[in-house]
C-alpha cells in the first residue's frame, strides 16, 4: 500500500495543478445551456480561433464529441469509414451504431494511417441497395497504433477523394496537440482540411474534463441540439472551462517532454527479451509493446507489474500501452524501466 505509484496507464489520468485549480477556483460563470457563461464562451472563441474554424463547443468528452460530430454529419442507414484500430470504432461502445444509426466501415492502415486509394476502394457505389458512404473519420494522433501522426501529404489527398466524392471529413484529433508539438504544424494548417474537428483537453494538457468541437457555424448550432439530447447540457460549466483555457495556454509546449520520455523508455523497453516495439510508430507519447514473445498474458504482467507500483494497460491483441503524461517525471520513468525489466525477466 506503501509503494509510490508510476501511473501510465493514459495522459487521461492527469490531474490539475494547483494554478489550474486557481484558475478554476476564480472562473467567472452563467449558464452555459442559455449561453451565458462567460469562460465557455472565451474556450469556445479560443479553440475556433486556434483551429481555424468559424464556431466551437464544449463538450463533456471526447467520446460525446465524436459522436456529435458523426450524428450532424449522417443519416441513419448511413456508413462511414475509419480505420480499423479507430478510437470511433473500437472505444466508443458502438455509440455510432447506437446513437445515429449508422455502421462503421473499416479499412486498414499502415501503423494506423489510411491512404486515400484504400479509402477509395471502399467507397460505396451510389446505388439504392446500399448504404450511402457520408463520413470519412481520421484520428490524429493515432491511440492504439502508437501516437502515430497523420503525414500531411496524406491529409490533402483524403480530403480531395473526399471532396472529388462529396462526403463529409471529421478529424478525432483527441491529441491533435501532440501531433503539432512534435511536428511544429499548427492546429489550424491540420484542421482546416476537415469540416469537423474534435480536440481533447483531458489528456496531456492536464484539464480533468473536457473536449471542443470545432467547424462552421450552422455546423455548430446543429451540435448544440445534439449536445443536449445527448445529455451534455451543463450549466455553470465555465469552472471547467477555465481549467482547459489553463491548459491550452500553458500545457501545450511541454507536450514535447512527453514525447522525449516516451521515446526514451520505448528504447529502453525495446531491449527486454521477448518485448516487441516498432519504433516507427513511438512519435509522441504513446508506447504500443508486443508481449507475446514472453509467453505470459498481458494482465499477468499488467497485475505484477501495479504490485510493484508501476501501472500500464491493455494494448492490441497480446500487448501492453505505456503512456507518458506530465504527472510522470523522468525519474519515475527510469524507476519504471527498471521495474518493467525486473518484472519481465523473472518468469
Known amino acids: 500500500m506503501g509503494t509510490p505509484v508510476i501511473d501510465l496507464r493514459s495522459d487521461t489520468v492527469t490531474r490539475p495543478s494547483a494554478a489550474m485549480r486557481e484558475a478554476m477556483m476564480s472562473a467567472e460563470v452563467g449558464d452555459d445551456v442559455f449561453g451565458d457563461d462567460p469562460t465557455v464562451n472565451l474556450l469556445q472563441e479560443e479553440v475556433a480561433g486556434m483551429l481555424g474554424k468559424e464556431a466551437a463547443l464544449f463538450v463533456p468528452s471526447g467520446t460525446m ?22 478510437h470511433i470504432f473500437n472505444y466508443e461502445t458502438g455509440g455510432a451504431a447506437f446513437l445515429s444509426g449508422v455502421q462503421p466501415h473499416t479499412v486498414d492502415g499502415e501503423r494506423g494511417i489510411m491512404r486515400a486509394e484504400a479509402i477509395r476502394r471502399e467507397i460505396r457505389p451510389a446505388v439504392y441497395y446500399m448504404p450511402r458512404t457520408s463520413l470519412i473519420c481520421v484520428e490524429n ?14 491529409i490533402e489527398e483524403i480530403h480531395a477523394l473526399a471532396r472529388s466524392e462529396g462526403i463529409a471529413l471529421h478529424l478525432d484529433g483527441a491529441r491533435l496537440w501532440n501531433a503539432c508539438a512534435a511536428t511544429g504544424i499548427e492546429p489550424s494548417a491540420y484542421a482546416r482540411w476537415f469540416d469537423s474537428v474534435s480536440v481533447c483537453l483531458s489528456k496531456g494538457l492536464g484539464a480533468p474534463v473536457g ?8 455546423f455548430i448550432e446543429q451540435a448544440r441540439h445534439y449536445r443536449k439530447i445527448f445529455g451534455g447540457g451543463m ?61 505470459r498474458k498481458p494482465e499477468k504482467i499488467l497485475a505484477a507489474l501495479r504490485q510493484r507500483g508501476v501501472l500500464m494497460s491493455a494494448g492490441n491483441y497480446m500487448g501492453l500501452r505505456a503512456v507518458t503524461h506530465l504527472d510522470v517525471s523522468m525519474e519515475q520513468v527510469r524507476t519504471a524501466a527498471r521495474i518493467i525489466r525486473e518484472v519481465v525477466g523473472a518468469a
Open 65 to 86: 464529441g465524436n459522436e456529435i460530430c458523426v450524428k450532424v454529419h449522417t443519416q441513419p442507414g448511413d456508413e462511414i469509414i475509419v480505420e480499423r484500430g479507430a
Open 141 to 154: 494522433t493515432h491511440n492504439r497504433a502508437g501516437g502515430t501522426i497523420y503525414p500531411m501529404p496524406v
Open 211 to 218: 473536449s471542443v468541437i470545432a467547424g462552421r457555424k450552422v
Open 235 to 295: 450549466r455553470q460549466a465555465g469552472i471547467l472551462a477555465a481549467a482547459g483555457l489553463y491548459a491550452l495556454r500553458h500545457n501545450r509546449e511541454r507536450l514535447k517532454e512527453d514525447h522525449a520520455r516516451a521515446a526514451w523508455l520505448a528504447g529502453e523497453l525495446s531491449t527486454i527479451s521477448g518485448f516487441g516495439i516498432d519504433m516507427e510508430t513511438v512519435q509522441t507519447n504513446i508506447i504500443i509493446i508486443d508481449a507475446e514473445r514472453t509467453g
